[in-house]
């Protein structure tokens, strides 16, 4: 069974740097897309930034720029380095991986809070 944990979530101001990290087990993670999510009260849940098995990233047009995923193989485990925070980013941030046969999995989610 496929587990994906989210951490590094936390208070930040704007301006700050945050990195979060997700680790997933139960999977051969290596091939499978990664992406992170997020939520923020009243809206939507939107893709923030994926990757794929062989390292090609996108990002939504909101954090391209400010965010950056990566993803180490060998730690099972994909991070998203959120720079140059905005009050706007504040959300609760999920991780999802997809499967080479497309079974998706969704972490609980990391709150992130961008405010001074």
């Known amino acids: 069974q496929v587990q994906l944990v989210e951490s590094g979530g936390g208070w930040v101001q704007p301006g700050g740097s945050l990195r979060l990290s997700c680790l997933a087990s139960?999977?051969?993670?290596?091939?499978?897309?990664m992406g992170w999510y997020r939520q923020a009260p009243g809206k939507q849940r939107e893709l923030v930034a994926s990757i794929t098995s062989g390292g090609s990233t996108n990002y939504s047009d909101s954090v391209k720029g400010r965010f950056t995923i990566f993803r180490q193989n060998v730690k099972n485990t994909v991070y998203l380095q959120m720079n140059k925070v905005k009050p706007d980013d504040t959300a609760v941030y999920y991780c999802?991986?997809?499967?080479?046969?497309?079974?998706?999995?969704w972490g609980r989610g990391t709150q992130v809070t961008v405010s001074s």
């Open positions: 139960g999977t051969i993670f290596r091939r499978n897309v």
């Open positions: 999802r991986s997809l499967s080479p046969d497309q079974v998706g999995t």
